[in-house]
């Protein structure tokens, strides 16, 4: 939307990210265009979330340069929309949908809001993206009483409320069932498409989005690839970037499996620095 | 509470009941004693049950009582050095307060550090009250069970003033609050400072808990905490509504409790207690007896027969 400026949403130039100078991956250089979707894939404990926190300017960079919408990240950005993994809620927890969904508008301002016309106003911005994600049939009940789908549209709608450039997406798919999972995959879509978002998203399994993602974000073994599904779902790239071997089957519908080749695993032949030997960057 | 040692004042047991409940609460009114605990007890209620609303949503029961319990050593170790007991209370509180802010709502086994201080403050309370000479039993039972009856005129001005400031934070933090209660990583993201909001929350709730004590004591804190959030939360789902609900509650339970024990002998905290016990047990069975009957009455609906299945849905039963 208000990216016409052209340049990069996101532009990393040797990017290493971590907790107390201990990297978690390192030297990842790659840019991401407006509009563009991008999936974050890798292993548990890969840095996955780590950059998003990152991007969120919720963490420091150890190294390297990051820079959203061509400033470093700061927290607070009213640019970048995120959902963050869901948790569970109790059944009775006295906070509806639809004032979920108002907090991502002034849930940051003290005090108590009165009622007035911005607060209408901001009213009317709640049920639009209420309406965007099509949760307004079970916005008014308790949020511990929707479903785990209906919860995560309902949060995705908090996330659109403030008219965001950029969406990351902790986990979108997680704890859906296989059909909840491609509808929640093609509104991220659609959303995204209908308002020009940048949307970067992690994931567990790329085939239940591979028809929105334009590109995937690989993250494993302390490094990062980015690029195209068909280059770097590929047995040799992720062989390299995991510094184990890894075989990635494809079956007729084009969903591509990875499987790890456990018996050469088991005897790991790397030292520490196991992935790190390659260099890992933009591809 | 500042009674020390004194026999505590109650209305002498047993006004009879009149229909003309006003001129009852005119005699109430009266006394002084009577005036001081109906005003504390107001002031706390509020407080109690619009913070309980929080305490619910973010799962801090168990810091609220553990905090109850850590003043326990504050207003036993006030007794000894012949300081109004509500100063040791808000001392230990707002320090065990601030303490379990900065431990965080994520950090796994919060509860087991909290658990062992309370364990230890406990102690403390009872040597605390071995020290105070005579070991008087009527101020132990006063600081673990209330006594409202016994507020001072000071404690009234100190219960209003701390009131006014907890239910002043409570509206000032309103919104962040509730976001990082309810989404604290969006909450962090969006630049809320989540950490020291659970800092001044614990702070907050430790002034709640401090002038609680005064009316249902470190044991029955639960009562005016607790219970009314929780009947609250069954009744709405709106954050505003709750927190009306659960102040409303509040003050019915202590209201109701005061003026019951001025026909009787019992302890008022024992009355407070029961009526939002009461109306607890009301606001979860009723529903479900609606419930139930509305079951009993669909199940009535169908026909006796074999059912009419169609196979294409599911084996559903057609109407």
Redesign the interface.
């Known amino acids: 939307m208000t990216v016409a400026s052209g340049g990069p949403v996101v532009e990393a130039h040797f990017l290493t990210a971590g907790y107390r100078n201990r990297p978690v991956w390192r030297d990842v250089s790659f840019s991401l265009a407006a509009g563009e979707c991008v999936a974050v894939l890798g292993p548990n404990g890969a840095g996955k979330s780590t950059l998003l926190r990152v991007l969120?300017?919720?963490l420091r960079p150890l190294a390297g340069t990051v820079k959203v919408f061509g400033e470093p990240p700061r927290?607070?950005s009213a640019r970048?929309g995120?959902?963050?993994?869901a948790r569970a809620?109790?059944p009775?927890?006295?906070?509806?949908g639809v004032?979920?969904v108002a907090?991502?508008i002034?849930?940051?301002?003290?005090?108590?809001?009165w009622p007035s016309a911005g607060r209408r106003a901001a009213r009317a911005r709640v049920d639009q993206a209420i309406n965007a994600v099509r949760a307004s049939a079970y916005a008014h009940?308790?949020?511990g009483?929707v479903s785990g789908g209906e919860r995560q549209r309902l949060?995705l709608a908090?996330?659109l409320v403030g008219s965001p450039d950029l969406l990351l997406l902790d986990e979108p798919l997680a704890n859906l069932d296989i059909a909840n999972q491609s509808t929640m995959a093609e509104l991220v879509a659609e959303v995204a498409r209908d308002r020009g978002i940048t949307v970067v998203l992690v994931a567990h399994d790329l085939n239940p989005l591979r028809r929105i993602v334009d590109r995937v974000c690989y993250v494993a073994g302390g490094g990062v690839l980015i690029g195209p599904p068909e280059e770097v779902v590929t047995g040799p790239v992720l062989s390299r970037l995991y510094g184990a071997p890894v075989e990635v089957l494809i079956d007729s519908a084009g969903r591509r499996f990875v499987v790890g080749l456990e018996e050469e695993v088991a005897h790991p032949h790397t030292g520490e620095h196991a992935g790190h030997d390659h260099h890992l960057g933009d591809l | 509470m500042s009674s020390l040692g004194a026999v505590s004042p109650s209305f002498g047991g047993g006004n009879s009941f009149h229909w003309n409940l006003v001129d009852d609460f005119r005699q109430m009114w009266s006394f002084a004693f009577f005036q001081h605990g109906f005003e504390a007890g107001t002031v706390v209620a509020i407080v109690a049950g619009a913070i309980g609303y929080f305490v619910v949503l973010r799962r801090s029961t168990f810091a609220g009582h553990a905090l109850s319990h850590i003043g326990f050593a504050g207003a036993a170790g006030a007794v000894v050095l012949g300081v109004d007991p509500l100063w040791g209370l808000l001392v230990l509180c707002l320090g065990a307060g601030g303490v379990i802010g900065a431990l965080g709502q994520r950090l796994r086994g919060r509860d087991t550090v909290i658990g062992i201080v309370l364990a230890f403050s406990l102690g403390l309370g009872a040597l605390f009250l071995s020290l105070y000479q005579g070991n008087d039993a009527n101020e132990a039972v006063s600081i673990l069970f209330g006594e409202i009856l016994g507020v001072s005129s000071a404690d009234v001005v100190l219960t209003l003033s701390i009131g006014a400031l907890a239910l002043g934070l409570i509206c000032l933090m309103y919104r962040p609050l509730l976001f990082a209660s309810v989404d604290e990583d969006v909450a962090e993201a969006r630049r809320v400072p989540v950490r020291l909001l659970s800092i001044a929350f614990m702070m907050t709730l430790a002034l709640a808990v401090a002038v609680a004590v005064q009316v249902v004591g470190v044991l029955l804190i639960f009562a005016l905490l607790v219970t009314p959030a929780a009947i609250a939360e069954r009744v709405t789902r709106r954050p505003g509504r709750a927190i009306a609900v659960s102040v409303a509650v509040a003050l019915f339970s202590t209201w109701l409790g005061l003026a019951i024990s001025w026909y009787s002998n019992y302890p008022v905290s024992f009355f407070i207690v029961t009526i939002a016990f009461v109306l607890y047990l009301l606001v979860r069975v009723v529903p479900a007896l609606v419930a139930l009957r509305r079951g009993v009455r669909e199940a009535g609906r169908f026909v006796p027969g074999p059912p009419d299945l169609d196979p294409m849905d599911g084996g559903r039963v057609l109407q």
């Open positions: 969120l300017g919720l927290r607070g970048i995120y959902v963050p993994q809620f109790d009775e927890t006295a906070i509806r004032d979920l907090l991502g002034d849930g940051h301002r003290w005090g108590i809001a009940r308790g949020i009483q949060f908090q996330a």
